[in-house]
């Protein structure tokens, strides 16, 4: 299958319009409804991103207006349909990666359960920051990114020469060469060691709540066909801009041995 990684300005309940191949993982970063407090733990809550100078415009604001209209029921039932059908062999089983807020862990396994996938674990990525330490008199300060693993019967596949994974992951912050397009911007070296786990070269990898579009660029760095919806136009037209379209060009350009 062709190395290729698409974007879609769409919301991920019209995939059928696109006739997209099933996936043999689909990953995403679902909103945690942060609400008012979106930027609580982040920079932008303050000018220039330092406390000492107050709150800027985006302080008590949410990220985006669509994250209200996001439903987990919704979300379950159509990435049951985007995933590949369960498989008779082993090891070929597909999976799900939801990366959630903590508080929204139970609420992702039990709507998962309604929709078929039957079995997970959890995942946890630790970091050598907090972005909570913005927050004034706090001593304990998060540091810590949480996912689910789902999955229906078998054990999905796993590709790691045989060697065990732990359950938790280093969370790197990318280089300058990866654009900062969204808030919530998983790193592509992080997504890159999720998809070579429980993909394999040439596997279709989905992500509904694309973003920055960080997971379609990680696979398709690794040879995995990628596509991502994004409801948001103007997140979607940035990371189609930065992202997306820089990918192609590259690999325009090594095509054309430029």
Same mark, same amino acid.
């Given at each position: 299958m062709e190395t290729k990684a698409i974007l879609y300005h769409d919301n991920f309940q019209n995939y059928k319009r696109y006739n997209i191949p099933k996936a043999q993982l689909v990953i995403a970063d679902i909103p945690y409804n942060l609400g008012a407090n979106a930027y609580a733990s982040n920079p932008m809550w303050y000018i220039g991103g330092d406390n000492r100078n107050g709150a800027s415009k985006k302080a008590g604001k949410a990220f985006f207006n669509t994250d209200v209209n996001f439903r987990i029921a919704e979300y379950m039932h159509f990435c049951s349909r985007l995933l590949k059908k369960e498989p008779k062999e082993k090891s070929q089983a597909p999976a799900m990666i939801v990366f959630c807020?903590?508080?929204?862990?139970?609420? %992702?396994?039990?709507?998962?359960?309604?929709?078929?996938?039957?079995?997970?674990?959890?995942?946890?990525?630790?970091?050598?920051?907090?972005?909570?330490?913005?927050?004034?008199?706090?001593?304990? %300060?998060?540091?810590?990114?949480?996912?689910?693993?789902?999955?229906?019967?078998?054990?999905?596949?796993?590709?790691?020469?045989?060697?065990?994974?732990?359950?938790?992951?280093?969370?790197?912050?990318?280089?300058?060469?990866?654009?900062?397009?969204?808030?919530?911007?998983?790193?592509?070296?992080?997504?890159?060691?999720?998809?070579?786990?429980?993909?394999?070269?040439?596997?279709? %990898?989905?992500?509904?709540?694309?973003?920055?579009?960080?997971?379609?660029?990680?696979?398709?760095?690794?040879?995995?066909?990628?596509?991502?919806?994004?409801?948001?136009?103007?997140?979607?037209?940035?990371?189609?801009?930065?992202?997306?379209?820089p990918l192609h060009n590259q690999c325009e350009q090594t095509r054309l041995g430029v």
């Open positions: 807020a903590f508080d929204q862990e139970q609420m %992702v396994i039990e709507y998962g359960k309604k929709y078929g996938f039957m079995h997970h674990y959890p995942i946890f990525f630790i970091k050598n920051y907090s972005a909570q330490v913005l927050k004034a008199n706090m001593k304990i %300060v998060g540091a810590t990114e949480h996912a689910i693993v789902l999955y229906r019967d078998k054990l999905p596949k796993f590709r790691n020469s045989g060697k065990m994974v732990f359950d938790w992951f280093e969370w790197k912050k990318d280089g300058k060469d990866v654009p900062k397009i969204h808030p919530t911007q998983k790193p592509v070296n992080l997504l890159k060691r999720l998809i070579e786990v429980f993909t394999d070269p040439g596997d279709v %990898v989905i992500d509904p709540c694309a973003g920055s579009g960080s997971t379609l660029r990680a696979a398709y760095e690794l040879g995995r066909p990628a596509y991502g919806f994004e409801v948001d136009k103007g997140i979607y037209e940035k990371a189609q801009a930065e992202m997306i379209t």
